[in-house]
């Protein structure tokens, strides 16, 4: 019997299923903006530090089917852990204090998870809301060590390897964010790409099936809620590095509906479009609360509901649609 050799896929195609692709988009677009925009880089470090959030939702809510309006407590979370770790522990190293993010936001997925996970649709929303109030409350009782309402500040961080300072333009900053921004983006590729990550769709789309299968469908989406912990507390440790202050907005329940609007306006269920969402809302936003100060919010919804009748996957999901139907078009 002839020996039947094994498929390959192109170099093209392993680029693109890595996320190497990705990777080279938002590296492109981000030196764009560092030379287009070199006055506002506070802004796209934000983006950046908001777009982590965003795709720690699109884990659970895209990937797994969980409804969470709550996500903020984990931002806010890994944020305060990294304030707290410089202002009261002298750690000011930004890779330590990014690190220190990680695991607070880790476990603040362990804990929310343990609890919004224990039901279903609704009440698992509601649940969601509680926890982030919960979480709010928390850090405004503990004063002593969050600042309270005055928010926490003298965070201070070091040069990255002792050499690069965070200076007032916010270059080190930015340039800090999207190196961080583009390794997250690579090690998620690879999670929802990987057995693990086609379960929690499993999780998603039948979990009676999957519990047959043998495996736990509760014990997987809580995995993922954790993992999304960690990848929401880097991007409050992101925060707080680049802005040197964390307040409780960092843990207010409107940054997580901001955050799940972003995600929607993008495409639910698809990390890029994820960061489109979130760049997208952001940057229109800003620009037009500084034209129309009073009036910006009204075509702000008025573009969010264009996309949900319009663009029911979305901004990324419905632009492959259009481009799938131009492609099968006979010439």
Known sequence: MAHQPKPTLSIGKRFTDNGLLGVLAILIIGLLGYFLVPNNLALLTQIVAIALLVLSID?????CGVATLGHAALFGAGAYAAGIAAAHFGVTEPLTMTLIGLVGG?????????????????????????????????????????????GLSAIMPDPIFGMFEFDLWGRTAYVYALLLLAVVFVALRLL?????????????????????????AHSVVLRMYVISGAV????????????????????????????????VLGGV?????????????????????????????????????AVVLFAPKGLYGTGLAVAGRLKRRPS
């Open 59 to 63: 884990l659970v809510t895209g990937y």
């Open 106 to 150: 880790a476990l603040a997925g362990l804990v929310s998870g343990l609890v919004i996970l224990r039901a279903h649709g609704l009440a698992q929303l509601v649940l969601s809301i509680a926890v982030i109030h919960l979480f709010h409350e928390a850090a405004n009782k503990a004063s002593g060590w969050t600042g309270g309402s005055d």
């Open 192 to 216: 929802v790409r990987s057995p693990f990550g086609m379960l929690a769709r499993g999780v998603r789309e039948d979990p009676i099936r999957i519990a047959a299968m043998g495996a736990s």
């Open 232 to 263: 929401a507390g880097i991007g409050g440790a992101l925060s707080a590095i680049s802005t040197q202050v964390v307040g409780l907005d960092s843990l207010s329940f409107t940054l997580s509906a901001e955050a799940l609007v972003m995600l």
């Open 269 to 305: 269920g698809s990390l890029y479009g994820a960061l489109i969402g979130t760049v997208v809302f952001m940057l229109f936003e800003d620009t037009l609360s500084a034209a129309n100060p009073f009036h910006w919010l009204t075509i702000v919804g008025a573009l969010l509901i």
